[in-house]
Each structure stands twice: as C-alpha cells, then as structure tokens.
C-alpha cells in the first residue's frame, strides 16, 4: 500500500467517487491531507480507524450478498457431465483490464494450437460478439443467443453456436442479457444455469471460454459455478492484487455454497509497460502474493490488440507477426501445458 495516496485511490479503496474523496479532504476528513496544484493528497496513515473498518468490509465482493441472498445452504446442486473438457472463466470485476482481449485470443491461439474452441459472451456489452466480427442485429434478429440459452429451459447450447475463426465457435450475447441476468435471481437454479445447459452439451469443443462482464453479479456466478479454471486478467494498477484476493474469497465462498470443489484460479498481467517503476513494482507484488498463480507470461501494452478487436478479428488474423500474437500464443501453450486444471487443495 502507498504511503501517500491519491483521492482516486483512496476512491477505488473505498468504492466511492472522486469527487466525494475531495470534499472530505476540503471537510478535514482526513487529517494530514494535503494539496499538490489542485490535487489531494492523503497520507495511509491518516485514514481514521472507521474508514481502515469500512474499506475492509467494502472489500466483500458484491457476489457475496447475491450468493447469500439466492444460494440456499442445501442447494440442489445440477448432476455432472460425463464429459471431459475444459471450461476457462475470463473474470475481473474492474473493466477494461482485457478480459475480452484475453478470451477471444486464447481461444484463437488453441485452435491454431488444435483444439476446438467456445466462446460464451456472458457480457450484455457483447464484446466478444462484435471481437469475432459478428453483427449485433443480425444476431438479435436470430435469437440465437445466451440471453435464449439461460432464459429458456428449452433452448439448448448448441443451437446458439455460432462459427466464429478456424474451429473457434462463439455463443454471442446482445444487451437483453442484462434483463435475463435479473430474471435470473428469482430463479432455484438461477446460479447454475450455465452448468446445467453445458451439462447438457454435446458439442466437440475441448476448450470452452466464458468472457465474464466486469462485475460480480449474477452472471459471474453462473461463470464460476461451471468453471474448472478461473483467470484473472489484471492491469499493474493500484490495489491490483487486493481486487485479485477480492475475487477469490468470492471463488471460495461460492463453492462452499454450492458443496463443489474449487476451481484453480491464474492470474495474468496485461497492458504491461515494463519502463514504468509502478508496473514492475506490482507485478513483483502479484508474484510474491500469488505465487503460481500469476502466469509467467506477461501480455504487454499493445495498441495493435485494441486494433484488432475494433475490426472484429482475433489479432491471429489481424496481425500475426506482432507482439500480442506471440504473447496469447505463449500464454495458451503455457496454460495448455498444465493439461485440465485439478482443483486446488
């Protein structure tokens, strides 16, 4: 933890605004604090003992008051499939670290790598939809979608894959997720709707990808319930490991809830700027804090990835001689070479 921190950080400490964080500093909230130009700045140290207390109990994750409140201790826990496979959840509750990025890549790498691969969108903002080139109306127009998938009993898996890159399907999403996600929580078996139709699912894919939306709702429980592997993108920000241990009190609490072993969870850096002091700094915090579960490689800044994205391609087929291509490459062998994860003691 900084000894000094910015009102932003203390924000992203606390969940609150900026703005807020500001006028406490002008109300003498936070005593010792103080201004550089137009900014504040407030020493760790200076935090008052209620704020230390409200900080820890904002770091509960949102999907704890959703698992309490919809998973009742005796949940009647969906039969397992007699299938083998690997099914990968792409999950962080802060946005833009690349989960997307992250989870049409690595799906691309394994199947130039020869695996048949998925694809789930469980995102209302549908990026991985629009990452493989698909067009949001003609796909609404179907409704061929996970939004269908999950809101009718009826409607299985393999008729909303849609082909997306070689043998890379996608299940794509459109905005009414967002309703189907609320629709959800009313549900017995709303946190393991997923699980039960990919139970269900006799398609050839060996390597099943969930992109989760940035948040710890409804639909990333369902992620996490069907996951046997959780990765966690992250950007070398401030409090980056802090939202990593966030996520995996929520991993452990679920399986708890749900009587089920739980998943491995890897951590990966993306948007590496190896000439910042800050981004080694975390990355040597990451590694000392997580061990093995930080990947050992590192996906670096690269604009030629947000290219490629914006012109629905995954960046083998955009770009396949730059650095991003080499780096989801090496993380999909790495990652590969570990076989099906095992659940973690």
């Known amino acids: 933890m900084p000894r000094i921190l910015t009102a932003e950080q203390v924000a992203e400490l606390l969940g609150m605004r900026p703005t807020t964080i500001r006028l406490w500093c002008s109300q003498n909230r936070f005593p010792g604090a103080f201004k550089i130009g137009r900014e504040w700045r407030i020493p760790y140290e200076s935090l008052p003992q209620e704020i230390r207390k ?27 499939s007699g299938r083998r496979r690997r099914v990968t959840a792409v999950a962080c509750q802060k946005g833009g670290v690349g989960k997307t990025t992250t989870a049409v890549n690595l799906a691309a ?3 130039i790598l020869g695996q048949r691969t998925l694809v789930i969108d469980l995102d209302h903002q ?16 179907s409704n061929r979608t996970i939004d269908r998938v999950l809101r009718d009993d009826n409607f299985p898996i393999a008729r909303a894959v849609w082909p997306a890159w070689q043998s890379a399907d996608v299940v794509p999403a459109t905005v009414e997720l967002a309703v189907v996600e609320t629709e959800l929580l009313t549900r017995m078996m709303g946190p393991v709707e997923l699980k039960r139709k990919l139970d269900e699912y006799e398609g050839e894919q060996q390597w ?10 409804m639909l990333t429980l369902n992620a996490l319930a069907v996951a046997d592997e959780i990765l966690v993108p992250v950007e070398p920000t ?18 708890k809830r749900l009587r089920t072993p ?3 969870v890897r951590t990966v850096l993306t948007r590496f700027d190896q000439r910042t002091r800050e981004a080694n700094r975390i990355l040597e915090e990451l590694r000392e804090a997580l061990g093995h579960r930080v990947t050992d490689q590192i996906i670096h800044v690269n604009v030629t990835l947000s290219q490629a994205q914006a012109a629905g391609k995954p960046i083998f087929d955009y770009d396949p001689n730059c650095r991003g291509a080499e780096e989801y490459m090496a993380l999909a062998r790495e990652l590969l070479s570990d076989g099906i994860p095992q659940e973690e003691g």
Do not use: K, W
């Not at 409200?54 to 039969?79: G, K, L």
């Not at 549908?126 to 949001?136: E, I, R, Y």
């Open 54 to 80: 409200y900080a820890d109990e904002a770091a509960a994750p949102e999907a704890q008051v959703v698992a309490e409140a919809h998973i009742p201790a005796a949940f009647p826990i969906a039969p397992e």
């Open 126 to 141: 549908c990026h991985a939809t629009v990452a493989f080139g698909l067009d949001l109306e003609e796909v609404a127009e």
């Open 109 to 111: 790498a394994g199947s």
């Open 208 to 217: 099943i990808f969930v992109d989760c939306p940035p948040s710890l709702g």
């Open 238 to 255: 401030f409090l980056a490991t802090h939202g990593v241990t966030r996520l995996l009190a929520t991993v452990n609490m679920l399986c």
């Open 262 to 264: 739980p998943p491995v």
